[in-house]
């Protein structure tokens, strides 16, 4: 790794400040920094003492005070969960989800060569999956030195996709109170580094309601992972109200991560890799949200809060087409007492998750109003560097770059300042 | 109408100068723009001479000489056609394009009050339905008074959605050869006004072929419209490849415009009315698109040129993810040979319609370039006056007003200047 120097890293950084970022030059740059980044993370990986130059973004800033960020959409698992997404995966079927998840719970638990370590930093994203499932499974070793290494202050944690919502009822119950009481474990050890979204079995809303009572008023977590559709069916139906119910009760937000389109809408995503986060993953939670909208499931629960990734899921972006076509009384059928703009104003905030756009961010805070976009990296799926680095480094007023790197988050999340 | 006076119209157009039109305020100055050009236009709907103020948008502009627009997703229908559909929606069935065709095509097919008339301006948009069939099957009068009322120089026509795809095959290539005999008949009168996309069967890509050529070579048409999927597959499929290598031979444009999605995908979008224009439509086409890129018939057909509507039916705003996801060679399955945003530079170009957001509009040309960027109206799906009052007022140099108003048009569809 001795090749990366010290002077290459700078003038990186300078194009970056340049805003050759969001131009022709943005994957290369992208590309150059991630490896960068990898090679100044590596020694923690292994063990080492954290090298001189680890906070390389703060160097974006140049002399401005270093920024607390809290990265909001932090994937982990446990092992018991990961067997029985094995166990899902060697049954096979035609959920859209297996794709992937087959290549990610195949792969070994745990490095064994710096040449796999290396593979993950590579633009083919098969070999990165190889690597991902570590990652996953580590708390506090791994994720910690990454953290360190780039300046994260904190991980929102939650249990990654597709949660438990895969898995047969009785065991997604028993696996989201042991996931949940592991979640809250790490919190307790590293206060300071560590919150947590609480996951739930939506395929049982009576437990899932319970389970949520437990994760907020006794294990103390900040809110709630739910991965789009449970068994096929979405949020707005009634049978998941209790859910919605409790985390307006509860004053948690619900953050609605995606996952792969569900059966009935499944068939053109299954040609060409398409199914997954390049394009799927959107679509599947993109059209959840606009359920939720005109369903007026956020008439009933008025003070739900709801959290998507990914710039929104480019809602901000068709935001003026669906105000102007889906006014309230627009079309029998439509439920929707207030026009989508107005839900995103009340009901619904954004993370910058894998959407490292500066004119994407600047559009959404333009749309929606810079106090309800917060900060992800989407670790261990996007690599760390770029997303700090963008944070640090997008055109942004000091007063906005605050706001969505940490202060949205402690008052959306209720997380200790 | 004479309640509508010349100063709130200047009143209403001094706002949209001051930029209103995207803050807070846009969709009841939308409402109130479109009630006042509609009570300027409805003296031609009915046969009376213009009046005075006809060119209302020309205001909005202040001293700058007049612009010249092309609005290029214009849509007219033929009786044939109108029958057939009918014939398709008494059948019934699962396709999703069922609910709002029924709606249309059960209308009467002329203007019989001014009740009606007035329906179409409501924000209630199943009224609305009920005066679009009329508006679909007038070439040049109706269509003619609008667009002078509202200083529109040209509309580039094509066949409604989902033209003859939804037709049986043999039903489907007599109907397209007719629709595109009627629609150069137009274009022959009105050479001024006009300009046109030839419609095809793709159901039957042999003869598709042979009607693309006779409606470039002899009918001297503009380039093709295509309705998203056909019989539920899609373009990349190599059986509609000799489809893709005609419009490529043939140098003629190929419209991709939305229908509401395939069967494949359909079932989250039958419940509230999202299967359309508010949502479903950006979906189907999206996606489309999506599989043309992975699939590498891009590369197959280097040459030919797309066109989709709705402002790139936000895949502009999801270009850094696809690109930061979908490099060539990321995934086994993908066929890209290169980043999807090097497709949008060589083979793709986008259209405003129905999408009047000066964000977005900024957002896109910041991200493809302005040169691919042209506006429409979507008549009669969408009204005319917001449409004109956008590419008049939207905040632009006058070198992108014009390009996008009918320099790009006039190249990427031979246009006459």
């Known amino acids: 790794m001795a090749k990366f120097q010290k002077n290459e890293i700078q003038r990186l950084v300078n194009n970056v400040n340049k805003n050759e970022f969001s131009t022709m030059n943005r994957r290369t740059a992208l590309e150059k920094i991630t490896l960068l980044a990898a090679a100044s993370a590596l020694p923690n990986f292994i063990g080492a003492k954290a090298i001189e130059n680890k906070h390389l973004p703060i160097a974006v800033a140049g002399n401005r005070a270093p920024l607390r960020k809290i990265a909001t959409e932090e994937a982990f698992n446990i092992p018991e969960i990961a067997d029985a997404i094995m166990d899902v995966v060697r049954r096979g079927g035609k959920n859209l989800d297996l794709m992937l998840l087959k290549q990610i719970y195949s792969a070994p638990r745990s490095f064994t060569s710096d040449a796999q370590l290396q593979n993950n930093q590579e633009s083919n994203r098969d070999k990165a999956n190889l690597v991902t499932l570590p990652k996953l499974l580590d708390i506090d070793k791994i994720r910690l030195a990454d953290m360190d290494a780039n300046g994260v202050d904190m991980h929102l944690l939650s249990l990654t996709m597709p949660g438990v919502q895969i898995l047969k009822r009785e065991t997604a119950i028993k696996l989201a109170e042991l996931c949940n009481d592991r979640l809250s474990q790490a919190v307790r050890l590293h206060p300071t580094r560590f919150a947590g979204l609480g996951c739930f079995a939506p395929q049982d809303p009576k437990s899932a309601v319970q389970e949520m009572d437990r994760a907020i008023n006794h294990l103390k977590l900040n809110g709630f992972i739910v991965n789009s559709h449970t068994e096929n069916q979405y949020l707005d139906n009634p049978k998941f109200w209790p859910i919605l119910e409790a985390a307006e009760a509860l004053g948690a937000p619900l953050y609605i991560h995606p996952r792969a389109p569900s059966n009935g809408m499944a068939a053109p995503f299954r040609d060409y890799r398409i199914e997954g986060s390049i394009w799927g993953y959107g679509i599947e939670t993109g059209t959840h949200i606009v359920r939720l909208i005109f369903s007026g499931v956020l008439d009933r629960f008025p003070k739900l809060q709801i959290v998507i990734g990914h710039m929104g899921e480019a809602l ?53 109003g810079v106090d309800r976009i917060m900060w992800a990296i989407d670790y261990p799926y996007q690599p760390t560097a770029p997303a700090v680095a963008f944070i640090e480094s997008a055109p942004l007023t000091e007063a906005e770059r605050e706001k969505i790197a940490y202060i949205n988050a402690e008052r959306i999340f209720k997380i200790k300042k």
């Open 316 to 368: 901000p972006f068709w935001l003026s087409r669906l105000d102007f076509m889906g006014a309230p009384g627009a079309r029998a059928g439509r439920k929707n007492q207030l026009k989508p703009s107005e839900y995103f104003q009340r009901n619904i905030a954004i993370t910058t998750s894998g959407v490292e756009d500066p004119l994407a961010l600047r559009f959404c805070i333009d749309k929606i």
